[in-house]
């Protein structure tokens, strides 16, 4: 008795400390939203080699520097810019809701050159002798020298407004000291020749584009060129023009070209509301769940509903210290792990039950004893494997799925935190008070249900004919198999690649109608659906920014005006990429799931039980919204209820009975002794 009032107070010191330590960090450090949530644009850069330089890490790495300063200068409140393997950049751009002009600034080379010019030409081939030809700002074509000066001579650059003499907008660029003596020569070589010569004029190059050819001024002296170590470059700017030109020359050039593979935007509203619809969601969910147990379990399950909100506590603070990142495929980890929180209370209040039946345990607090020691394997075992696809998930999944595993691998953790150690000091301390003593009904576990009851009265054979229910799972497997084969599968634009846009349109649209539409307009593979609350999607293959632009004037006018409240750009090859990974995923999730169950058990439960899984295994194809989320979990638990039964466990019965060299092959289980047990019945546990 000692001994246990010992460890009832050191688990009580541990739940406590816990508690402690995840409100004290839920009131101090706020978890991070992804943009899903909040709002704004992720845009994913893929590096690309050239004949010169490798698109390796270290590359990489360059790209990031010149990245980050082009943002920071574009003025974005708490970007996140983040290398992703060898050749991918991560960019995040809160508020940001123009990806097409995030996307060109960042995708923009920006090879800035000066070129002292050589004369004019006819056509882009009249180039000679190592000349470049390349049309300037009206059109026509000028023949340049090679380049005098570059990027890597220029210390800065600066947009600015002339107010006096009327210019309008321009940028001033500043050269280093050496740059600054080059652009003196040049133009001191330039002013030798007369007034209106096309090689008085010096040609200012960004990505094979001249953006300025101005003439040196007449004021300048043959062979004495500018000094002062700074130039204008004049044209019809506006003020975003000007101030998005001055960024990228004193960003500098990238190393290497990027590619655009992926780009998602999410507007501020929907965000708001896929808050609001997750929370909404978690609360009515855990209510129901709280009221289920309450009502089957009266005492524990109140208790256990306690511990089920400090399991909240706990995963908030988690995600806190850790510095992750909250997404929308983050909430439903987040969610999912309740149930899973859930699911640990019932099996130790029902592995109580069977104690306190058996009359072997003098008190419920014995039985409660009894059944946390009882569940305690079953639970681990469960909550490992769902680690282990956790696990994998963030080492081989990308994006929003890589969050989803990082919340469900935190969820898992505090979960069992929460039914192992606070549901297990709350009960056993209830237990204890003489008012419970006194009505051991209240506590729910000092008799079976009525579930168990009726199925302990009519004593059901299931595992009598065990052939029977594998012949019944193998027509459903060939049914189902046979209709993906028939129909298809309907992957999403992260497997397939191309542009999904959702519009909120001031009136509703028919979706066959804006199909018509899109169709006449030159998108006839258009894939359009309406969702719930009146928005419209549209899916196509890639789209330019035109294109784009022309899907959204086409929802308008049907719409009586469109807003774009969510973008996604999947390129072909990452859509490649993510549907091969998600395979291996999944082939590497049930191989090291077996394994697990393997070691732990032995090999032929470990393959009954994953066998089982080639029913609910089609889920993870499903789309990355929560309303198909909450679908596939919904057929999930259907279906893996049925294979737990009646796949799982007459499998295990033919493959133990193969093993222990019945003739019949055997429809029973071990007992005690080795005796056998008739299938479909259970031995009392026996106390010694």
Not at 244 to 250: I, P, T
Request: net charge neutral.
């Amino acid at each position: 008795m000692l001994k246990r009032s010992r460890s009832l107070r050191i688990r009580a010191l541990v739940a406590l400390a816990v508690l402690a330590a995840s409100l004290a960090i839920a009131l101090t450090l706020p978890i991070r939203l992804g943009l899903d949530l909040r709002g704004g644009t992720q845009i994913v850069l893929e590096t690309r080699s050239t004949d010169t330089t490798e698109a390796g890490r270290e590359a990489t790495d360059r790209t990031v520097e010149v990245l980050r300063g082009r943002i920071d200068a574009l003025g974005v409140a708490e970007p996140s810019i983040v290398r992703s393997g060898d050749n991918r950049v991560v960019v995040e751009l809160p508020g940001v809701q123009d990806p097409e002009r995030a996307a060109g600034v960042l995708g923009r080379t920006a090879q800035l050159t000066v070129h002292p010019v050589l004369g004019t030409a006819r056509s882009a081939t009249d180039a000679e002798n190592g000349e470049r030809v390349v049309p300037d700002e009206s059109g026509q074509y000028l023949r340049l020298k090679g380049a005098a000066l570059t990027g890597r001579d220029v210390k800065g650059a600066d947009a600015r407004f002339d107010q006096q003499g009327g210019a309008g907008w321009h940028v001033t660029v500043d050269f280093e000291d050496r740059g600054g003596d080059r652009w003196a020569r040049v133009t001191g070589e330039a002013a030798c020749h007369p007034a209106g010569d096309a090689r008085r004029r010096v040609a200012i190059v960004l990505d094979d584009k001249i953006i300025s050819s101005p003439q040196v001024d007449p004021s300048v002296a043959c062979g004495a060129g500018i000094k002062g170590g700074s130039t204008q470059i004049t044209g019809s700017f506006d003020d975003a023009e000007a101030r998005e030109l001055a960024l990228l020359v004193e960003g500098g050039a990238l190393p290497v070209p990027v590619e655009t593979v992926e780009q998602r935007t999410v507007g501020a509203t929907l965000g708001d509301e896929a808050v609001s619809a997750a929370a909404r969601a978690a609360v009515v969910g855990t209510a129901l769940t709280a009221l289920f147990i309450v009502v089957v379990y009266r005492l524990m399950g109140v208790l256990a509903t306690v511990a089920l909100l400090c399991y909240g506590l706990i995963s908030y603070a988690a995600l806190a210290a850790v510095g992750a990142t909250l997404t929308l495929p983050g909430l439903a980890g987040f969610v999912l792990a309740i149930g899973m929180a859930v699911d640990a209370n019932v099996l130790v209040f029902e592995r109580a039950r069977e104690e306190q039946a058996a009359r072997s345990r003098p008190s419920t607090r014995s039985a409660l004893t009894a059944g946390f020691r009882g569940a305690f394997s079953a639970i681990a075992d469960s909550n490992i494997t769902t680690l282990i696809a956790a696990a994998l998930l963030f080492l081989l999944a990308s994006g929003p799925v890589k969050g989803f595993g990082v919340t469900l691998g935190i969820g898992v953790l505090a979960s069992m935190v929460s039914a192992l150690v606070i549901t297990r000091v709350l009960a056993e301390f209830a237990a204890g008070r003489p008012a419970v003593l006194r009505r051991p009904r209240v506590t729910g576990i000092s008799s079976t249900g009525p579930v168990r009851d009726v199925l302990l009265r009519r004593a059901p054979f299931l595992m009598r004919r065990p052939r029977r229910w594998l012949a019944a799972s193998l027509v459903v497997l060939v049914a189902a198999g046979s209709g993906v084969l028939v129909r298809g599968l309907d992957f999403g634009i992260e497997f397939t690649g191309g542009r999904l846009v959702e519009y909120s349109t001031a009136t509703r649209v028919d979706p066959d109608r804006a199909r018509d539409a899109l169709a006449d307009a030159g998108f006839p593979r258009a894939v359009v659906q309406s969702s719930g609350d009146g928005d419209l999607t549209v899916r196509t293959e890639d789209l330019t920014d035109a294109e784009a632009a022309a899907v959204t004037r086409t929802v308008a006018e049907l719409g009586g005006g469109a807003e774009r409240v969510r973008d996604e750009l999947i390129g072909p090859s990452l859509g490649e990429e993510l549907r091969r990974d998600a395979l291996i995923a999944l082939g590497l999730a049930l191989a090291a799931q077996l394994a697990y169950l393997a070691a732990r058990f032995r090999l032929l439960f470990g393959a009954a039980a994953v066998g089982a899984l080639a029913h609910a295994s089609l889920a993870v194809l499903a789309d990355g919204s929560l309303t198909d989320f909450a679908l596939a979990l919904l057929i999930g638990v259907a279906v893996g209820t049925y294979s737990s039964v009646f796949t799982a466990s007459p499998l295990a019965v033919v493959l133990h009975g193969r093993g222990a060299g019945s003739p019949s092959g055997g429809s029973g289980t071990p007992g005690r002794n080795g005796e056998r047990v008739p299938a479909g019945r259970t031995r009392r546990p026996e106390v010694p």
